[in-house]
């Protein structure tokens, strides 16, 4: 396959630099190849539509957010073969993220630690790319807009970063995304707890309703979750999901626990862990999320996916949908068509 085997020539030039400045350089790469029609040369999964939030998913392997910030790069991601995209994380002003280095490899784990910190260029500038893509202007496909807070924003204010945000990507979402989970703001987290979360929940909902009246679409909202809670967490924030009748629920985020990893270069760094030492943690959370919800809202299964197994054991553990972000990093895009065939319905 001559994308498996590109992918195997240029991963030691891209791992033998700063992974940050690989990113840096991976992304415009793949927007001009994406341009000149080189990603042709991608197989991409056969068609497998998968309906959720009442929205069709060509297929139902889709891309994390974290890796287009800006949403600078839709159309060369979507040339992979991805059941939808979503970018972000976005905030309502532009903000430098975390001082450098802030991204760290643990290769011997197939995981990632980052802090990057919600380093973006704002949501002015995010929609505007938005509008500029292929994919958003020929509606090409699934876009989902991941939304957060500023790190200087009190997170007693943190409601008004989400509902100005929201505001702001709701005409060209596909869904949004509502990121409470990241371990690199902040407090952030603070969010998941029962009386903050249902503040928060109440006020999006209102939103969302007032948005859908002006414009005349509905557009889901997902609630995005860290997979470092506990089974009693997992049951408030189930109830609080089904009381405010949202959307979907997206599990996981990165973790902030090292046990897989320790001793390992970098596995001190502070951030957020991900690849495949999360993969049993998010399980763990899909598992709880499914017992408490039932068929009554989809979950988007996410973290520590390296297989088409592992895409498998997401959708036996509950999921309804995957998505990819360090597994891409370590296999490349063949990694989106091998889950995708281990998800293929037999027809």
Known sequence: MPDKLLY?????????????AAHNLTLPWLKKASRLGLTSIISRPRPDPRTVMGITFPNPVGLAAGLDKDGAYIDGLASLGFGSIEIGTVTPRAQPGNPLPRMFRLP????IINRMGFNNGGVDAFVANVQASRF????????GLNIG???????ERAADDYLHCLAKVYPYASYVTVNISSPNTKNLRQLQ???ELDSLLAALKDAQQRLADQHKRYVPIALKIAPDIDSEQ???IAATLLRHRMDAVIATNTTITRDAVRGLAHAEETGGLSGAPVFELSNAVIRGLKSELGDSLPIIGVGGILSGDHAKAKFDAGASLVQL????IYRGPTLIREC???LQRTR
């Open 340 to 342: 995708a065939a281990a």
């Open 325 to 328: 972000y360090t597994g891409l």
């Open 149 to 155: 807070k500023n790190a200087d924003t009190p997170i």
């Open 136 to 143: 958003f202007q020929n509606r090409e496909g699934v876009l």
């Open 108 to 111: 011997q784990a197939n995981a």
């Open 234 to 236: 997992i049951k408030t």
């Open 193 to 195: 707890g029962g009386s």
């Open 8 to 20: 195997s020539l240029a991963r030691p030039l891209l791992f033998s630099l700063d992974p940050e």
